[in-house]
C-alpha cells in the first residue's frame, strides 16, 4: 500500500519560514515525480510545484516563484520550503507523486498518490 506522509506544518509569522516534508512509502512502488498542491475551503487543488525524477527542471507556480523551493532529499522524499511567508499562504497543503510522469507535471490528474493534506497558517 502506497503512503505518502506529510510533516513540517503548522503556524508561521508572516515573513517567516517554514519546510513541509513528505516522504513516500510502499512495496515495489518508485515515487517519480513529486509535488505539492494547495487548496482552500470550497475550491479545487492547485498546483504549487513539482520536481522530477531526477530533482531537476522544477515547476512553480506563478506565485510562489522566489519564494517557495521545491527539492528531493532523497528518491522518496520532497520538501517544500516556504520563505517570506505570505497570508495567502494559508491553506492545506497536499503531497502528490507519480509513478508514470518523470519530468514534473502541475496537473493534477497526472497523480495517483496523495497524502492526507497539512495546514500552514501564517499570523502572526
Known amino acids: 500500500q502506497v503512503q505518502l506522509i506529510e510533516s513540517g506544518g503548522g503556524l508561521v509569522q508572516p515573513g517567516g519560514s517554514l519546510k513541509l516534508s513528505c516522504v513516500a512509502s510502499g512495496r515495489s512502488f518508485t515515487p517519480l515525480t513529486m509535488a505539492w498542491f494547495r487548496q482552500t475551503a470550497g475550491k479545487g487543488r492547485d498546483p504549487v510545484a513539482s520536481?522530477?525524477?531526477?530533482?531537476?527542471?522544477p515547476y512553480y507556480e506563478d506565485s510562489v516563484k522566489g519564494h517557495f523551493t521545491i527539492s528531493r532529499d532523497n528518491d522518496n522524499t520532497v520538501v517544500l520550503q516556504i520563505n517570506s511567508a505570505k497570508s495567502e499562504d494559508t491553506v492545506v497543503y497536499y503531497c502528490?507523486?507519480?509513478?508514470?510522469?518523470?519530468?514534473?507535471?502541475?496537473?493534477?490528474?497526472?497523480?495517483?498518490?496523495w497524502g492526507q493534506g497539512i495546514q500552514v497558517t501564517v499570523s502572526s
Open positions: 502528490a507523486t507519480s509513478t508514470t510522469i518523470v519530468n514534473g507535471s502541475p496537473d493534477s490528474r497526472d497523480y495517483a498518490y
Open positions: 520536481i522530477s525524477w531526477h530533482g531537476s527542471n
